[in-house]
């Protein structure tokens, strides 16, 4: 067989082998469907990465929540630091149990005296006891009518001055004058209250009192009815010092508060 001849066979074997292979392949493809060809060969060596499940929360990662442990973790708990006793450091005055003493009056005048003297009697007594002391010696009264005046049925105003020591006080009276009685009532802006009575009740009202002082000096004239009408202070046996405002009622009484 000449040369050429053989190299014919083997082209016709070689077809023939190829037409084989091709058949073959579109068989394995009818009977196994396509390969996606970026499927991997085998299974992979590394897990699957874990997806968070419907169920679970992500969680509160905002600042708050880092800046503060949640309830779930135990909180520490602190002592309260207990608060020291005061430290007693001045000796304590005596506090008075009673109010200032009321002085003893002397007798008033006899029901056949003229009105206006027992009238300035009865201002003569609201000065003795504003100040806590009677004195008749060193009190004067005057008023701005006369006996005679008021023995008229009417209406009348008027005024009487009572000085007690030198300290003058100056009341204003209405009277009406009817024809068994004489019906009257007075008012005052100030009255006097000496220094010794003012110390005496704010030492009587403040707490635990050690040194007591006040803005009187000897005797002055307080407005009636003012809370700051008097100011004493007081340093109490842990020598805190605290200022006390005084109210003078009519009856000469008086009334502290301390400044809160």
Same mark, same amino acid.
């Given at each position: 067989?000449?040369?050429?001849?053989?190299?014919?066979?083997? =082209?016709?074997?070689?077809?023939?082998?190829?037409?084989?292979?091709?058949?073959?392949?579109?068989?394995?493809?009818?009977?196994?469907?396509?390969?996606?060809?970026?499927?991997?060969?085998?299974?992979?060596?590394?897990?699957?990465?874990? &997806?968070? =499940?419907?169920?679970?929360?992500?969680?509160?990662?905002?600042?708050?929540?880092?800046?503060?442990?949640?309830?779930?973790?135990?909180?520490?708990?602190?002592?309260?630091?207990?608060?020291?006793?005061?430290?007693?450091?001045?000796?304590?005055?005596?506090?008075?149990?009673?109010?200032?003493?009321?002085?003893?009056?002397?007798?008033?005048?006899?029901?056949?005296?003229?009105?206006? +003297?027992?009238?300035?009697?009865?201002?003569?007594?609201? %000065?003795?006891?504003?100040?806590?002391? %009677?004195?008749?010696?060193?009190? =004067?009264?005057?008023?701005?009518?006369?006996?005679?005046?008021? +023995?008229?049925?009417?209406?009348?105003?008027?005024?009487?001055?009572?000085?007690?020591?030198?300290?003058?006080?100056?009341?204003?009276?209405?009277?009406?004058?009817?024809?068994?009685?004489?019906?009257?009532?007075?008012?005052?802006?100030?009255?006097?209250? =000496?220094?010794?009575?003012? %110390?005496?009740?704010?030492?009587?009202?403040?707490?635990?009192?050690?040194?007591?002082?006040?803005?009187?000096?000897?005797?002055?004239?307080?407005?009636?009815?003012? &809370?700051?009408?008097?100011?004493?202070? +007081?340093?109490?046996?842990?020598?805190?010092?605290?200022?006390?405002?005084?109210?003078?009622?009519?009856?000469?009484?008086?009334?502290?508060?301390?400044?809160?």
């Amino acid at each position: 067989m000449s040369q050429r001849s053989k190299m014919l066979g083997r =082209s016709k074997t070689l077809r023939l082998l190829g037409a084989g292979l091709a058949a073959l392949c579109a068989l394995v493809t009818a009977s196994c469907g396509r390969l996606d060809p970026t499927a991997g060969v085998g299974p992979s060596v590394h897990p699957p990465t874990p &997806q968070p =499940s419907a169920s679970r929360h992500k969680g509160d990662i905002s600042p708050r929540r880092v800046a503060h442990p949640t309830s779930s973790q135990t909180a520490t708990t602190r002592t309260p630091t207990a608060t020291p006793t005061p430290t007693v450091t001045l000796t304590p005055l005596p506090q008075p149990a009673e109010t200032y003493a009321a002085p003893k009056m002397p007798a008033p005048p006899k029901d056949s005296e003229p009105e206006l +003297v027992r009238i300035r009697y009865a201002l003569k007594k609201i %000065v003795w006891s504003a100040v806590g002391e %009677v004195n008749e010696d060193k009190t =004067s009264s005057s008023c701005t009518r006369s006996n005679n005046d008021l +023995v008229r049925i009417g209406d009348y105003d008027f005024t009487c001055d009572v000085k007690f020591k030198g300290v003058r006080t100056r009341f204003k009276v209405t009277a009406e004058v009817k024809t068994s009685k004489v019906d009257w009532r007075w008012s005052a802006a100030e009255l006097p209250v =000496s220094e010794s009575k003012a %110390v005496y009740e704010v030492t009587r009202q403040a707490f635990k009192p050690a040194r007591a002082t006040c803005d009187l000096v000897d005797l002055e004239l307080v407005k009636v009815g003012t &809370q700051t009408g008097i100011t004493c202070w +007081v340093t109490d046996i842990y020598n805190e010092r605290l200022a006390y405002r005084g109210k003078l009622l009519t009856d000469g009484a008086i009334a502290f508060r301390p400044d809160s």
